[in-house]
């Protein structure tokens, strides 16, 4: 079983970016479970969202304490709060920023991945500049780094999940896939975008 | 067709698939997504019903009872403080043998303000005359609500169905959607023979005299022991029809258990997992899952755990100056049927109230204190208090 | 049931608790001491309206979308619904319950929109009762007298209307600017009343053209000549060259005539008149202002129409008073003003203004145009009918040399053109009244409608259907169940811009379209009159009301009524009554 956490504000859609996760697994006929943090939601506090991924059914339905991989929506939440609490070591860490993943070397016990997500949802026009929208392109850089899961089936499940200006996301999350950067800080190097 | 979404959803394609009639419901959290899809449903003409928007909880059974009086097929949702709101038409619903369902997301009651799940606010309600069935995960939400209205309509007894706050209320998890035109042949138009009719006028609940209200008392608990056999039917066809069937109790690797677990909604999912994990090891753990908790399944229970040695009940509820609430009823039921001799030891636990995080750990240890332990010695066995 | 059931066993005992037999037996209407009843009364607005429109009813109409009818109901009492829906200073707005709970119902732009419609349309379904052979002649074309000629017509009279000016329609042709009033909207709603049978004869002066005698031939007369003549400054320098009277002003602009203004026009006065003379002169070119001895608030003119001259940039200033016009070589120059303070109450209960010693001062000026209040001109008419410079006459028109009726702003009343029309069917009233060896007065319960003096054509001609009304039981805000209304904003009038607008004769104000029309008039309270609502038939705990088939409300099955009162409580409207059993 893989269980991953998001990290975000309240409004920053870390909670459908763990929904649009999940049912991209179900495509690919995982097992998959999606939740929030439990209870009030705030603009702008931080919360969180989760995702567990196995091949059976799954059964627990305890929060998740040790994920294998997180992803960090707002790279100010880094000095806000603990995003690699529980995390395992070796997992990933995916960090919306502009920063080199070297830049982070207090985290060099996991595997740093960082893409410029607020860059590239404002360059597609989601959300404002302000304010981008960075859910949808993230996944493009999870998919990739990760590969639990096939771009496509982000992609699908961003047209099905998304309400409005889907084609934007689905570019978004592509333009992501693209350029999310690893600790060896090259741009990796694209199998398939298929 | 399958679909990953959320427990409070579920509930909505439940009734929607249910061709409910009249919904009448009072916003609260964690069940305000259930309602809110309906409206949807109904604003969008996707479900040809009549929405209520009410002032309260009272008034959204009592709009639920006159529809339902009326011949309707009428749905509502609450949760805690709601749900406590209703009190005194739960009564008046199950007593004016009204087919009413009403989905129930577990909350814990306040103060302190608690929104997290607890089990107390439906078990509560135990003595109200309506049926009650628990929830393990949100494809048995929704196959739970269309065989409700099976249930409810053939016994004339309204059916409460509980799931856990957030734990399936806010959970996306994948669900199979049943095709409208299966659940048509399962369950149809509902045509009471009795119903309130402006052509044809009676006096419904009206004033009953000592003469016969015993009588009519008699009646309905009558009613509700045959609720049982006609929930496992129910439970059997819909198996049937779409490949899952659904029992009163279920067992899970009970026969040859040494210790079994009792529990009700998503804690007999975490049991199942670490049962799992004892079974790998050698350790015979059982699980007796509580489906229906009203009318009490007491045969069903008896004949499951004759000759078992130890039973853990696990409550994320409490009944104050007494214990957990399945505890008591398990004991109840098993108990006093001039067979001392045999009767296994029961252990009480009391978990999770207002929504602690129930681990795999936490059960865990529940089996290995009851593995451990020769015979039962307090009442209530506090998990996880911080003293 | 007179039999008694008994249950002996469990078997017995039905499967819910539900009675054997129909609960019809029960005849719950043997408890009641109290019985509610339709009882519709009036709407603050119809009260309001010296025309008496029945409102409430072509708000029913317009709120369906069925125009025709809400037309049809409007003519009913008021032949110039598209010339109203202009120039009123609708009274029923200021009048309506809607005001206490958002904001009053836009009646007059929906008013407006009726009267468009009917033009539009060319509605004219007017039916004359039975032809009579009684001739009747009316002095004066305008809202008075054509009202009067409109209902006499509908009557069955022969009608003649003579006016001395070479159109008709009166002040609404000569006084009111275009902008606010449209030629061929008046023209269009006259002609109707023509092609409908009602003579008209201009160029005729009553008392001059048609000596009196001969004018007093007829069966029966309606004296509607109207006020004309300005009032006189009294000031000097009155004579110089460029000072106006305003009534003359406007009406020479309406005639079409060239009239030369110089920039500084002073337009004295703050009623109706002024404002029309002071944007008048706007669209001239020239400059003008205000001078008004009282302040902005006791100013006599339409509110709406004070708004529009200030939106249009024109200066007002308050608490002064020509003193003196000063002229070169017979030519105005210039106005000596002195300021005022206001004082005690007067008469009309505005607080008088009163010179202030010492605070003369001079602007100059190259025209005065003065619109300080009119006065009639009744050379023509016999001195024993007049008495304080109106035609001395009762509520009904009714002077005392019969068959002499008199109305409009020739008798004792508000000079708009909405009291004009009024006092117009009141006459008409009267004088079948009189005509027929009756009296007028013995009718006034039965066509009063509210209780400030207006009355009903409708209930005149008997035409009423449906339930009983209360002529007199005026509903109030508090006589509204509000929780069955949503809090809504009233429609928004289109307007011209006012840089275009100064420019030029163009009508400032336009028409709102079908869906605002009705979707305004759904906010009408319908106060006092069921609109089959259904709010009884769904709370009746007995089921004891039930539709009747035709369109008006519903019945109630007193056998099963037992007088709980909660349909009267839960009408949004007060359509229904309670009253004691018995009376």
Same mark, same amino acid.
């Given at each position: 079983?893989?269980?991953?956490?998001?990290?975000?504000?309240?409004?920053?859609?870390?909670?459908?970016?763990?929904?649009?996760?999940?049912?991209?697994?179900?495509?690919?006929?995982?097992?998959?479970?999606?939740?929030?943090?439990?209870?009030?939601?705030?603009?702008?506090?931080?919360?969180?969202?989760?995702?567990?991924?196995?091949?059976?059914?799954?059964?627990?339905?305890?929060?998740?304490?040790?994920?294998?991989?997180?992803?960090?929506?707002?790279?100010?939440?880094?000095?806000?709060?603990?995003?690699?609490?529980?995390?395992?070591?070796?997992?990933?860490?995916?960090?919306?920023?502009?920063?080199?993943?070297?830049?982070?070397?207090?985290?060099?016990?996991?595997?740093?991945?960082?893409?410029?997500?607020?860059?590239?949802?404002?360059?597609?026009?989601?959300?404002?500049?302000?304010?981008?929208?960075?859910?949808?392109?993230?996944?493009?850089?999870?998919?990739?780094?990760?590969?639990?899961?096939?771009?496509?089936?982000?992609?699908?499940?961003?047209?099905?999940?998304?309400?409005?200006?889907?084609?934007?996301?689905?570019?978004?999350?592509?333009?992501?896939?693209?350029?999310?950067?690893?600790?060896?800080?090259?741009?990796?190097?694209?199998?398939?975008?298929? | 067709?399958?679909?990953?979404?959320?427990?409070?959803?579920?509930? *909505?394609? %439940?009734? =929607? /698939?249910?061709? #409910?009639?009249?919904?009448?419901?009072?916003?609260?959290? @964690?069940?305000?997504? $259930?309602?809110?899809?309906?409206?949807?449903?109904?604003?969008?003409?996707?479900?040809?019903?009549?929405?209520?928007?009410?002032?309260?909880?009272?008034?959204?059974?009592?709009?639920?009872?006159?529809?339902?009086?009326?011949?309707?097929?009428?749905?509502?949702?609450?949760?805690?403080?709601?749900?406590?709101?209703?009190?005194?038409?739960?009564?008046? *619903?199950? %007593?004016? =043998? /009204?087919?009413? #369902?009403?989905?129930?997301?577990?909350?814990?009651?306040? @103060?302190?303000?608690? $929104?997290?799940?607890?089990?107390?606010?439906?078990?509560?309600?135990?003595?109200?005359?309506?049926?009650?069935?628990?929830?393990?995960?949100?494809?048995?939400?929704?196959?739970?609500?269309?065989?409700?209205?099976?249930?409810?309509?053939?016994?004339?007894?309204?059916?409460?169905?509980?799931?856990?706050?957030?734990?399936?209320?806010?959970?996306?998890?994948?669900?199979?959607?049943?095709?409208?035109?299966?659940?048509?042949?399962?369950?149809?138009?509902?045509? @009471?023979?009795?119903?309130?009719?402006?052509?044809?006028?009676?006096?419904?609940?009206?004033?009953?005299?000592?003469?016969?209200?015993?009588?009519?008392?008699?009646?309905?608990?009558?009613?509700?022991?045959?609720?049982?056999?006609?929930?496992?039917?129910?439970?059997?066809?819909?198996?049937?029809?779409?490949?899952?069937?659904?029992?009163?109790?279920?067992?899970?690797?009970?026969?040859?258990?040494?210790?079994?677990?009792?529990?009700?909604?998503?804690?007999?999912?975490?049991?199942?997992?670490?049962?799992?994990?004892?079974?790998?090891?050698?350790?015979?753990?059982?699980?007796?899952?509580?489906?229906?908790?009203?009318?009490?399944?007491?045969?069903?229970?008896?004949?499951?755990?004759?000759?078992?040695?130890?039973?853990?009940?696990?409550?994320?509820?409490?009944?104050?100056?007494?214990?957990?609430?399945?505890?008591?009823?398990?004991?109840?039921?098993?108990?006093?049927?001039?067979?001392?001799?045999?009767?296994?030891?029961?252990?009480?636990?009391?978990?999770?109230?207002?929504?602690?995080?129930?681990?795999?750990?936490?059960?865990?240890?529940?089996?290995?204190?009851?593995?451990?332990?020769?015979?039962?010695?307090?009442?209530?066995?506090?998990?996880?208090?911080?003293? | 049931?007179?039999?008694?059931?008994?249950?002996?066993?469990?078997?017995?005992?039905?499967?819910?608790?539900?009675?054997?037999?129909?609960?019809?037996?029960?005849?719950?209407?043997?408890?009641?001491?109290?019985?509610?009843?339709?009882?519709?009364?009036?709407?603050?607005?119809?009260?309001?309206?010296?025309?008496?429109?029945?409102?409430?009813?072509?708000?029913?109409?317009?709120?369906?979308?069925?125009?025709?009818?809400?037309?049809?109901?409007?003519?009913?009492?008021?032949?110039?619904?598209?010339?109203?829906?202009?120039?009123?200073?609708?009274?029923?707005?200021?009048?309506?319950?809607?005001?206490?709970?958002?904001?009053?119902?836009?009646?007059?732009?929906?008013?407006?929109?009726?009267?468009?419609?009917?033009?539009?349309?060319?509605?004219?379904?007017?039916?004359?009762?039975?032809?009579?052979?009684?001739?009747?002649?009316?002095?004066?074309?305008?809202?008075?007298?054509?009202?009067?000629?409109?209902?006499?017509?509908?009557?069955?009279?022969?009608?003649?209307?003579?006016?001395?000016?070479?159109?008709?329609?009166?002040?609404?042709?000569?006084?009111?600017?275009?902008?606010?009033?449209?030629?061929?909207?008046?023209?269009?709603?006259?002609?109707?009343?023509?092609?409908?049978?009602?003579?008209?004869?201009?160029?005729?002066?009553?008392?001059?053209?048609?000596?009196?005698?001969?004018?007093?031939?007829?069966?029966?007369?309606?004296?509607?000549?109207?006020?004309?003549?300005?009032?006189?400054?009294?000031?000097?320098?009155?004579?110089?060259?460029?000072?106006?009277?305003?009534?003359?002003?406007?009406?020479?602009?309406?005639?079409?005539?060239?009239?030369?203004?110089?920039?500084?026009?002073?337009?004295?006065?703050?009623?109706?008149?002024?404002?029309?003379?002071?944007?008048?002169?706007?669209?001239?070119?020239?400059?003008?202002?205000?001078?008004?001895?009282?302040?902005?608030?006791?100013?006599?003119?339409?509110?709406?129409?004070?708004?529009?001259?200030?939106?249009?940039?024109?200066?007002?200033?308050?608490?002064?008073?020509?003193?003196?016009?000063?002229?070169?070589?017979?030519?105005?120059?210039?106005?000596?003003?002195?300021?005022?303070?206001?004082?005690?109450?007067?008469?009309?209960?505005?607080?008088?203004?009163?010179?202030?010693?010492?605070?003369?001062?001079?602007?100059?000026?190259?025209?005065?145009?003065?619109?300080?209040?009119?006065?009639?001109?009744?050379?023509?008419?016999?001195?024993?009918?007049?008495?304080?410079?109106?035609?001395?006459?009762?509520?009904?028109?009714?002077?005392?040399?019969?068959?002499?009726?008199?109305?409009?702003?020739?008798?004792?009343?508000?000079?708009?053109?909405?009291?004009?029309?009024?006092?117009?069917?009141?006459?008409?009233?009267?004088?079948?009244?009189?005509?027929?060896?009756?009296?007028?007065?013995?009718?006034?319960?039965?066509?009063?409608?509210?209780?400030?003096?207006?009355?009903?054509?409708?209930?005149?001609?008997?035409?009423?259907?449906?339930?009983?009304?209360?002529?007199?039981?005026?509903?109030?805000?508090?006589?509204?169940?509000?929780?069955?209304?949503?809090?809504?904003?009233?429609?928004?009038?289109?307007?011209?811009?006012?840089?275009?607008?100064?420019?030029?004769?163009?009508?400032?104000?336009?028409?709102?379209?079908?869906?605002?029309?009705?979707?305004?008039?759904?906010?009408?309270?319908?106060?006092?009159?069921?609109?089959?609502?259904?709010?009884?038939?769904?709370?009746?705990?007995?089921?004891?009301?039930?539709?009747?088939?035709?369109?008006?409300?519903?019945?109630?099955?007193?056998?099963?009524?037992?007088?709980?009162?909660?349909?009267?409580?839960?009408?949004?409207?007060?359509?229904?009554?309670?009253?004691?059993?018995?009376?």
């Amino acid at each position: 079983m893989i269980e991953i956490r998001i990290h975000g504000r309240g409004g920053q859609g870390a909670v459908i970016a763990s929904k649009i996760l999940a049912s991209a697994l179900f495509k690919e006929d995982k097992f998959v479970q999606s939740f929030p943090t439990f209870g009030v939601e705030r603009r702008g506090a931080p919360v969180a969202a989760f995702i567990r991924i196995d091949e059976e059914q799954i059964l627990v339905r305890s929060q998740i304490y040790k994920p294998d991989d997180v992803i960090v929506l707002d790279p100010t939440l880094i000095d806000a709060v603990d995003v690699t609490q529980g995390l395992k070591s070796g997992g990933w860490i995916l960090i919306n920023t502009t920063r080199a993943p070297k830049e982070f070397d207090k985290l060099s016990e996991f595997r740093v991945a960082t893409v410029d997500a607020s860059g590239i949802a404002a360059k597609h026009g989601l959300g404002s500049k302000a304010h981008p929208i960075v859910n949808t392109a993230i996944l493009g850089a999870f998919a990739r780094i990760t590969g639990y899961v096939k771009l496509e089936s982000i992609l699908e499940a961003i047209t099905e999940e998304v309400p409005f200006a889907r084609k934007a996301n689905v570019e978004a999350s592509k333009e992501a896939f693209r350029s999310v950067k690893t600790e060896s800080d090259v741009v990796l190097k694209s199998e398939s975008e298929s | 067709m399958k679909k990953v979404m959320m427990g409070n959803h579920a509930v *909505s394609y %439940g009734a =929607r /698939l249910s061709r #409910v009639d009249v919904i009448a419901a009072y916003p609260i959290t @964690p069940q305000t997504q $259930i309602v809110e899809e309906l409206s949807e449903l109904c604003a969008d003409g996707k479900l040809d019903a009549k929405f209520i928007k009410v002032e309260s909880e009272h008034s959204a059974m009592a709009s639920c009872m006159g529809a339902s009086a009326a011949g309707g097929r009428a749905f509502t949702a609450t949760s805690s403080q709601g749900l406590a709101l209703m009190h005194e038409l739960l009564h008046f *619903s199950s %007593g004016g =043998r /009204l087919p009413i #369902v009403m989905a129930n997301v577990n909350r814990a009651l306040g @103060p302190g303000w608690n $929104i997290w799940t607890e089990q107390t606010d439906s078990l509560a309600q135990r003595d109200t005359g309506w049926l009650q069935f628990y929830c393990e995960n949100n494809q048995e939400v929704l196959d739970t609500v269309i065989m409700s209205y099976k249930i409810a309509e053939q016994l004339s007894l309204p059916v409460m169905l509980v799931l856990d706050a957030f734990i399936l209320s806010h959970t996306y998890e994948i669900v199979d959607i049943p095709e409208q035109e299966a659940i048509d042949g399962y369950l149809p138009p509902y045509k @009471p023979e009795i119903k309130m009719d402006v052509d044809n006028p009676h006096a419904f609940g009206a004033l009953v005299t000592p003469d016969h209200y015993y009588e009519i008392r008699y009646k309905l608990q009558e009613t509700m022991d045959r609720a049982p056999e006609v929930a496992r039917k129910a439970g059997e066809e819909y198996g049937k029809l779409v490949g899952r069937p659904y029992d009163i109790v279920e067992p899970y690797m009970l026969d040859d258990a040494d210790v079994v677990i009792v529990a009700a909604g998503t804690l007999v999912s975490n049991s199942r997992a670490v049962i799992n994990e004892y079974r790998e090891k050698g350790i015979k753990v059982g699980l007796l899952k509580l489906r229906m908790f009203r009318p009490f399944p007491t045969k069903r229970v008896r004949e499951l755990l004759a000759g078992k040695k130890k039973i853990a009940v696990i409550d994320r509820n409490i009944s104050f100056g007494a214990t957990g609430i399945f505890y008591q009823e398990l004991k109840a039921a098993l108990y006093g049927q001039n067979n001392g001799a045999g009767s296994p030891d029961i252990f009480g636990f009391i978990i999770g109230l207002g929504g602690r995080d129930v681990t795999l750990e936490d059960i865990a240890e529940i089996v290995d204190y009851t593995l451990e332990k020769e015979k039962n010695e307090e009442d209530i066995i506090w998990m996880g208090l911080k003293r | 049931m007179s039999k008694k059931i008994t249950f002996t066993s469990i078997a017995d005992l039905p499967p819910l608790v539900v009675s054997m037999g129909t609960t019809e037996v029960n005849a719950t209407g043997s408890w009641r001491y109290l019985r509610p009843v339709y009882h519709d009364k009036t709407a603050p607005c119809i009260e309001g309206c010296p025309a008496s429109e029945d409102i409430e009813q072509y708000m029913y109409w317009a709120a369906r979308g069925d125009f025709d009818k809400a037309w049809e109901v409007l003519v009913e009492e008021n032949p110039f619904p598209a010339v109203c829906g202009r120039v009123c200073y609708h009274p029923c707005e200021s009048s309506c319950n809607r005001d206490h709970f958002d904001q009053s119902l836009g009646i007059n732009s929906i008013e407006r929109f009726i009267g468009d419609h009917g033009l539009e349309f060319s509605l004219d379904r007017f039916k004359v009762a039975e032809e009579r052979e009684q001739k009747i002649a009316v002095a004066g074309a305008g809202p008075a007298g054509l009202a009067a000629a409109y209902h006499l017509r509908r009557l069955g009279y022969q009608v003649t209307v003579y006016e001395k000016e070479e159109k008709p329609g009166g002040i609404l042709q000569y006084g009111i600017p275009r902008y606010r009033l449209p030629k061929h909207i008046l023209e269009a709603e006259i002609m109707r009343l023509e092609r409908f049978g009602v003579e008209i004869k201009t160029g005729v002066q009553v008392g001059k053209d048609i000596p009196w005698n001969e004018f007093l031939q007829h069966d029966a007369v309606f004296l509607a000549v109207g006020v004309h003549k300005s009032r006189k400054l009294n000031v000097p320098g009155e004579d110089l060259d460029g000072v106006i009277a305003g009534l003359d002003f406007l009406s020479r602009i309406n005639s079409g005539e060239d009239v030369s203004l110089g920039k500084n026009v002073a337009v004295i006065g703050g009623g109706n008149t002024a404002m029309d003379a002071v944007r008048t002169a706007l669209r001239l070119g020239s400059t003008p202002a205000i001078y008004y001895r009282r302040t902005r608030a006791e100013m006599p003119a339409i509110l709406d129409e004070i708004e529009e001259a200030e939106r249009e940039g024109i200066p007002m200033e308050f608490l002064v008073t020509p003193v003196e016009l000063i002229g070169e070589n017979g030519a105005l120059k210039a106005m000596k003003l002195q300021r005022m303070e206001l004082g005690e109450p007067d008469e009309s209960g505005r607080r008088r203004p009163v010179p202030v010693e010492g605070s003369e001062y001079v602007v100059e000026v190259d025209n005065v145009i003065t619109a300080i209040g009119e006065q009639g001109d009744f050379t023509s008419i016999p001195e024993k009918l007049i008495e304080w410079g109106v035609v001395k006459s009762d509520a009904f028109g009714q002077t005392e040399q019969r068959p002499v009726f008199a109305g409009g702003d020739i008798i004792e009343q508000p000079h708009t053109v909405v009291h004009a029309i009024g006092s117009g069917k009141k006459a008409a009233m009267a004088i079948h009244a009189y005509l027929n060896g009756g009296d007028i007065a013995t009718l006034a319960d039965k066509i009063h409608v509210g209780n400030k003096g207006g009355v009903s054509f409708l209930r005149f001609r008997d035409g009423h259907e449906g339930d009983p009304v209360d002529n007199h039981e005026v509903v109030t805000f508090e006589n509204i169940n509000t929780s069955y209304f949503t809090r809504k904003d009233r429609h928004q009038v289109p307007e011209l811009d006012v840089k275009t607008r100064i420019t030029n004769f163009e009508e400032v104000k336009g028409t709102i379209d079908r869906e605002a029309a009705m979707d305004e008039a759904l906010r009408c309270f319908n106060c006092g009159v069921c609109n089959m609502c259904d709010n009884c038939l769904v709370f009746c705990p007995d089921v004891a009301i039930k539709r009747r088939d035709d369109r008006f409300r519903y019945e109630i099955d007193y056998a099963y009524c037992k007088g709980c009162g909660i349909c009267v409580v839960e009408c949004p409207r007060s359509a229904l009554s309670l009253v004691p059993e018995g009376k």
